[in-house]
């Protein structure tokens, strides 16, 4: 079956870099997500890694994908206050057959203290 | 820009009503999706649709239905409302066939008392 694990929680200080990390199970997925969720919104698309890269980095955002050891991480350099949220990994599924569909972990909570 | 827009963010319902959660993107996007979201339990799927009246079961599509009449509006119903269906409800939608990224509404937190 298709899984996503993340840990739940992150606490890191302002300046610092914050690395978030997930598993995955399906290897024939095309493409794998990261979305921040603010308090009280919806998600937002940060960022996305067709699965034939190793990296992708966009501004603060570094995204490394292992595909051998079904890993991926999202790097936040000089984390901000403005980053805390809840961070989701998601990877492509095929559910019932339709493309579209995304599995989502349960979500990363980064704290940023001052 | 993508706009997913949900019909309420603050809802309050009684047990055993009639609830409608609607949600309307302004895309043209084939697909759409319901999700609940609760502490500890992450994103669950509810139901998706593919295309105007076509729909599929997700995780947990128990006391749930819905409905998909126009491309740009798919709803959620909630036949009776129970205590245990109090959530955050998040739409979203997107593109097909390939790709597979989502944008999401705002969301609809939903009190059952």
């Known amino acids: 079956g298709e899984d996503v694990e993340q840990s739940l929680f992150l606490s890191v200080r302002e300046g610092d870099s914050s690395v978030i990390n997930c598993t995955y199970t399906?290897?024939?997925?095309?493409?794998l997500y990261w979305y921040k969720q603010e308090p009280g919104a919806g998600l937002q698309l940060l960022t996305y890694i067709f699965s034939n890269m190793d990296m992708k980095q966009d501004q603060r955002l570094t995204v490394l994908l292992n595909k051998k050891d079904k890993h991926l991480s999202l790097r936040i350099a000089d984390t901000q206050t403005g980053d805390s949220a809840i961070y989701f990994c998601?990877?492509?599924?095929?559910?019932?057959?339709?493309?579209?569909?995304?599995?989502f972990g349960k979500g990363t909570k980064l704290s940023v203290k001052p | 820009d993508v706009k997913v827009t949900q019909s309420s963010r603050y809802l309050v319902k009684r047990t055993g009503e009639k609830v409608f959660l609607e949600c309307v993107q302004d895309?043209?996007?084939?697909?759409m999706f319901w999700y609940r979201q609760d502490p500890g339990l992450g994103l669950r799927l509810i139901y998706f649709?593919?295309?105007?009246?076509?729909?599929e079961k997700g995780d947990i599509p128990e006391g749930y239905s819905v409905s998909r009449e126009k491309k740009e509006r798919f709803s959620l119903i909630l036949e009776s409302a129970s205590t245990n269906q109090t959530s955050m409800y998040l739409c979203a939608s997107s593109p097909s066939p390939v790709g597979g990224e989502q944008y999401f509404g705002p969301g609809t937190r939903l009190t059952v008392t």
């Open positions: 895309m043209d996007h084939e697909n």
């Open positions: 399906d290897s024939s997925s095309t493409y």
């Open positions: 649709s593919y295309d105007v009246k076509m729909k």
């Open positions: 998601a990877e492509a599924g095929n559910y019932g057959g339709s493309q579209g569909n995304l599995i």
